[in-house]
């Protein structure tokens, strides 16, 4: 399924039931929680809920709630120019008749949690009628356990939650997203029809999407405003590997970048053979495992076409 200027394309039974609560819920006042990983498409989710409520036609107001806390509480409640005196109404009030919805609520200052939990149950009391929504990529009531976010604010939104399937999970819905977002780049910059080649389209299911949608969307456009000729084929791909840095936007408390097992296994394993100038013996040594091991992994990843790994000795 396709909605204008949102991408919710696929036909994984998973995407399709998170779609079908969404469209239930959305004739709803309930308040909603998404949940998934980062770039699995919560905002969209979100802004789906709204564009099929009785609320369409009124205003979504989005809160980006990793900005800086001062900041964010401004855009929610409003504040006065110091310049103008003029008084700028917050989203709440923006929205009356509307939507908002709190991204990355995980992320909200946690003095102000406590502070929006009780805005939000008088809102009633200031006849403001908003639907609320927050998205997340955490866990919060492993948050709320270790006393990082306040119970009231998750239970508010608790009450109805949709949780997204990340693209890796989705098999060939990654094509399908793959070949809308070539139609969509090819379209913005007037450069004709282009095709995706089979063995390419087949190249991008294999691969671990750790950033979802948004990285699938960056790997394809960079890479199609640097080919050449109108066929994304595994060539082109493969350059665009090579030019692309994919990056993991999300990070622990230690700093350290968040990635699947799989992703994190080869990028050890290349470690290793780089430190020992890809000395193999001694590289799997360094990881604990056999040679034979480490003579299958790197075979799998050939296979797989990992640049790195294809052009290995």
Known sequence: MLTQGLVLVGNHPKFNNSLETARNV???KTPILIYGEAGSGKKAVGSYIHNHSARKNARLEIVNC????????????????????RFNRGVLELANGGTVIFAN??????????????????????????????????????LVAAGKFSRALYTYFNGAQIDL?????????????????ITEFAAETNRGDFELADDAARKLSDYNWSQNLSELKNFIRKTMSTMEGS???????????????????ETDEDGFKLM??????????????????????????????????????????????????????
Do not use: C, W
Not at 124 to 136: F, G, N, S
Not at 231 to 249: C, M, P, T, W, Y
Not at 275 to 294: D, M, P
């Open 26 to 28: 959305a004739v709803t």
């Open 231 to 249: 066929i994304l084929d595994v060539q082109a791909i493969e350059n665009g590997e090579r030019k692309v840095e994919f990056s993991s936007a």
């Open 66 to 85: 990793g900005e800086d806390s001062q900041m964010v509480e401004k855009i929610v409640l409003g504040y006065r120019d110091d310049e103008s005196g």
């Open 165 to 181: 399937v990340s693209l890796r999970e989705r098999g060939t819905d990654v094509e399908l997203i793959a070949r809308h977002f």
């Open 260 to 313: 699947s097992l799989k992703d994190a296994e080869k990028l050890l394993i290349k470690k290793a053979l780089v430190f020992t100038s890809e000395n193999r013996t001694q590289a799997a040594k360094i990881l604990g495992v056999s040679i034979r091991t480490l003579r299958n992994k790197i075979n799998e990843y050939r296979t797989e076409g990992t640049s790195y790994f294809v052009n290995l000795r």
């Open 105 to 142: 609520i995980d992320a909200l200052d946690e003095n102000f949690q406590k502070r929006l939990y009780t805005i939000l149950q008088e809102l009633p009391d200031y006849e403001l009628d908003v639907r609320v929504l927050a998205t997340t990529s955490k866990n919060l009531s492993k």
